[in-house]
C-alpha cells in the first residue's frame, strides 16, 4: 500500500498512520486530566506495561527521547556517566539530551556492529570514589539496535552484563524502542528482557503504529521522580487519554503482527540481492550504495527510503507497508543497485 500521497514510504516505521480501529478506539476513550492521575486509560496502560515487562511501575511520557532521558537520569547523577554504544540512539539522535538537559556524562564503545558486548563495556567502567575519574554509574543498551540495522541483542550478553551490574553498583538502562520487534524475533519475553533493566524505555509509535507515546519502566520509586522530571520538560499531559487509547490498541492488535514486518523485510533483502542474514528485523540496511543518488532516484519514483550515511540507506517495513508496496519498492529500488 502507498501513502495518501503515492509514496511507498521506507523511512521509518515512525511513518504510520493511525488504522481505522485505532482512530476508532481514539474517539471513544474516557478521558481525565493525567497532571492528577485521573485518566483512566493512561493509568491502565502503565499498569498494563509495566506488568508486561515485569517492573513495578510505569509513566506514559511523549517520546522515546524522553524516555531515554529520564531513565537515564533516574539512574545517573550530575556529572557521573552513562557508557554505551558509539551507534546508540541515545547519544546520536537525542540532540545531546543528556548533557544538555541532565548534565551527564556519556562515554561510548564503538563495538562489532553494535552487538552488545558484556565484557567490553565492563572492561570501560570507571569506579566511584576516585578523585581522578568520571564515575560510571550507568550502562545504556538499545534492542533493537536502530542504527546496527534493527539488530537483536544476544540474550546471554544482556543476562551477563546485569549479573556482573548487580554486584558493581552500576544500573541498566534500556533503550527499547523497537523491544516488541526483538520480543517477536527471538521469541525471548518481553518480561525476561524487563527484568534485565533498571530502567526501561518502550516505544508504542515505532512498530506498533501509534501516533504518540512511549512508556518509563522502573521501580515505584524512580517512576514517581520521573513524573517530577516530565512535569519539569513540560511532557505533564492532560485528556491524554486519547493517546493512551491508541496504546492499547496497538498492545491488543499490533504486536504478533510485527513477524509480517519481519518477513516482508525479508523479502525485500531478498529481491534486491541483500543478504537475508543481515536482516534481523524490520530493517534492510544497503550498504556500499550513492546514499544521496539513490535517495533522490527513488523518490522521483515513487520510494521514500532513509540516508544514514554517504554509503548507506536504511528502508524499514512497518503497518503501512504491504506486500503489493514491497514489489512495488523492489522494482524501482533493484535497477538502481
Ligand atoms: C532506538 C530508538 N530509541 C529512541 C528513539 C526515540 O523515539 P522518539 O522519536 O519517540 O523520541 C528512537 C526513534 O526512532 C529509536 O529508534
Not at 38 to 60: I, K, Q, S, T
Request: with cysteine; aromatic share 4%.
Amino acid at each position: 500500500m502507498a501513502d495518501g500521497d503515492g509514496f511507498v514510504d521506507l523511512r521509518s516505521d515512525t511513518v504510520t498512520k493511525p488504522t481505522a480501529g485505532m482512530r476508532a478506539a481514539m474517539a471513544d476513550a474516557e478521558v481525565g486530566d493525567d497532571v492528577y492521575g485521573e485518566d483512566p486509560l493512561v493509568n491502565a496502560l502503565e499498569e498494563r506495561v509495566a506488568e508486561l515487562f515485569g517492573h513495578e511501575a510505569a509513566v506514559f511520557v511523549p517520546s522515546g527521547t524522553m524516555g531515554n532521558q529520564i531513565g537515564m537520569r533516574l539512574v545517573c547523577q550530575p556529572g557521573q556517566e552513562v557508557l554505551g554504544d558509539a551507534e546508540a540512539h541515545v547519544v546520536t539522535y537525542e540532540m545531546g539530551a543528556a548533557a544538555a538537559v541532565f548534565g551527564l556524562s556519556t562515554r561510548t564503545v564503538v563495538s562489532a556492529g553494535g552487538v552488545l558486548d558484556a565484557d567490553q563495556l565492563i572492561e570501560q567502567v570507571r569506579p566511584f570514589g576516585n578523585w581522578h575519574l568520571t564515575p560510571t554509574a550507568a550502562i545504556a543498551v538499545e534492542n533493537t539496535h536502530n542504527r546496527a540495522g534493527g539488530l537483536v541483542q544476544p540474550l546471554a550478553q544482556l543476562e551477563k552484563l546485569f549479573a556482573w551490574s548487580r554486584d558493581a553498583g552500576v544500573a541498566v538502562h534500556l533503550d527499547g524502542a523497537r523491544i516488541w520487534n526483538a520480543a517477536v524475533a527471538s521469541g525471548v519475553p518481553l518480561s525476561t528482557y524487563g527484568r534485565l533493566a533498571d530502567t526501561a524505555s518502550v516505544c508504542l509509535s515505532k512498530g506498533l503504529g501509534a501516533p504518540v507515546g512511549s512508556v518509563l519502566l522502573s521501580s515505584a520509586d524512580r517512576i514517581a521522580e520521573a513524573r517530577l522530571w516530565r512535569k519539569r520538560l513540560g511532557g505533564g499531559m492532560r485528556q491524554v487519554g486519547v493517546l493512551a487509547a491508541a496504546g492499547h490498541h496497538a498492545l491488543d492488535h499490533h504486536v504478533d503482527r510485527l513477524a509480517d514486518d519481519h518477513a516482508r523485510a525479508r523479502t525485500l533483502a531478498e529481491r534486491l540481492g541483500v543478504d537475508p542474514a543481515t536482516v534481523h528485523t524490520n530493517m534492510v540496511v544497503l550498504d556500499g550504495v550513492a546514499a544521496p543518488m539513490l535517495t533522490e532516484a527513488a523518490r522521483a519514483q515513487g520510494v521514500l527510503v532513509s540516508q544514514v550515511s554517504a554509503t548507506k540507506v536504511r528502508l524499514l517495513t512497518h503497518l503501512d507497508v504491504d506486500d503489493a508496496a514491497i514489489t512495488r519498492a523492489a522494482e524501482v529500488l533493484a535497477p538502481l543497485l
